[in-house]
């Protein structure tokens, strides 16, 4: 799911429409049993960007593997309904299903993440770790940063791709885009966008 555009002319119709999948999606997924699994397709057109498995190679795309299925269910939800502006993500889409959207993050949820190559720098780790104490960051993303629920895992995640989501939820709040987030990260400079994301880039587990 890479960095999305804020589509404004999407209003209260979307929001409404994005509901009642959601609420779809929690019927189908508490059903019992699913009676298929993720086509071939399907996560062939993910792995081209999300990389195999849901770990992203691509820098500017996040890894997948391992974050929460009801987060990867809101995200393709929302992308789907038009809430969250993504061409790429639509591109390959194409008409997704609620049983498909199901089976997909249950898949990706199951797999497991790999720690990312490179290097921690010791100060900047230091100092990523003493700006989430103080921002909360492990309130919302649990203190290993697995996240839960509807909220992103962090650890591990590809360090251009959390730059580029910080500085849009710091930059460009708007329709879809999480307020607490937003109001979090305002004020913030690049460099302590970048710091951060180093740290929960190479934050072990």
Known sequence: MPADRVNPRKGAAVLRAAALSLGALCLAAS???????????????CAACHGPGGNAAIAEYPSIAGQPRLF????LVLIREGLRDVPS????MGPITDAEI?????YFAAQAPTRRPGTADPARMK????LSRRLLCGSCHLPDYAGQNQVPRLAWQNEVFLVASMKQFRDHPGLGRDTIMAATLRGL???DLATLAHYLAHHGR
């Open 31 to 45: 059903a019992g049993p699913a009676a298929a699994q993720p086509r071939a397709d399907q996560l062939a057109a």
């Open 72 to 75: 990867i269910e809101n995200q």
């Open 89 to 92: 993500m639509k591109a390959v």
């Open 102 to 106: 199901v089976e997909l993050s249950k």
């Open 127 to 130: 100092a990523g770790a003493d």
């Open 189 to 191: 400079s690049d460099n």
